[in-house]
C-alpha cells in the first residue's frame, strides 16, 4: 500500500495539486494539517480523491477535523496521524511514540515542525514529510511515501 503524506502546505495549492497530481497512483494520501484551504479546495477541484484523503487539524487550521487518527492500514499496521503540536514534538519524539503505541500504531506521522524526517524509534516508523510550502531544514519542499507490505513498513522523504 502506498501512502503519500502532506504537511504544512500553508496556501500553496499549487504546491499540494502538484504532489497529488505526481503521486496519482497513491492508495492513500493524509495531509498532516496547517492547509485547511487547500485541502478543502483540491477536494472540490478533485472529488473522487475524497475516500482515498484523511485529514488531521493543524495549529493554524480552524475547522473540526480531528487532531489525531488513526488509521488501519493493513493486518498488523496502523498509523496514528496527528499535526503534532500538541504532542511536544519540537523538543522529543517519545510523547509521540508512546501515544502510537497505546493507540495500537507502529506508524506515526506528523508535520508542524516545517522539518523532514523518517526514523524508527521505539518500535515506530516515524515520518516527518517536512513542508511542502515553506521548509526549515534548508531542503526544498518536500513530502513523504510510506509504503506498507507484508514484508514491512518503508518511510521516505521526497524532495521537489
Same mark, same amino acid.
Given at each position: ?9 500553508? *496556501?500553496? %495549492?499549487?504546491?499540494? +495539486? ?16 496547517? *492547509?485547511?484551504? +487547500?485541502?478543502?479546495? !483540491? !477536494?472540490?477541484?478533485?472529488? +473522487? ?8 487539524? /493543524? ?16 493486518? $498488523?499496521?496502523?498509523?496514528f496521524a496527528t499535526h503534532g503540536h500538541r504532542y511536544q514534538v519540537r523538543s522529543s519524539l517519545?510523547?509521540?511514540?508512546? %501515544? @502510537? ?6 506508524? @506515526? ?13 521505539? $518500535? =515506530?516508523?516515524?515520518?516527518?514529510? *517536512?513542508? @511542502? ?9 518536500? %513530502? /513523504? &511515501? ?5 514484508? /514491512? =513498513?518503508?518511510?521516505? &522523504? &521526497?524532495?521537489f
Amino acid at each position: 500500500m502506498k501512502i503519500i503524506v502532506i504537511s504544512d502546505t500553508h *496556501g500553496l %495549492y499549487r504546491n499540494l +495539486e502538484t504532489i497529488v497530481t505526481r503521486q496519482n497512483d497513491a492508495d492513500m494520501f493524509i495531509h498532516l494539517g496547517d *492547509g485547511e484551504r +487547500e485541502y478543502r479546495l !483540491l !477536494l472540490e477541484n478533485r472529488p +473522487e480523491l475524497e475516500n482515498r484523503f484523511h485529514y488531521v487539524r /493543524g495549529n493554524c487550521d480552524m475547522g473540526d477535523h480531528p487532531i489525531s487518527e488513526c488509521i488501519d492500514v493493513m493486518a $498488523g499496521h496502523r498509523i496514528f496521524a496527528t499535526h503534532g503540536h500538541r504532542y511536544q514534538v519540537r523538543s522529543s519524539l517519545d510523547v509521540l511514540a508512546q %501515544y @502510537a503505541r497505546e493507540d495500537g500504531c507502529d506508524i @506515526a506521522l506528523y508535520g508542524h515542525t516545517h522539518i523532514s524526517q523518517s526514523v524508527y524509534y521505539n $518500535g =515506530v516508523y516515524i515520518l516527518n514529510p *517536512g513542508s @511542502a510550502s515553506c521548509p526549515r531544514d534548508g531542503n526544498p519542499p518536500s %513530502y /513523504g &511515501v510510506v509504503d506498507v507490505s507484508h514484508a /514491512g =513498513v518503508m518511510t521516505n &522523504v &521526497v524532495f521537489f
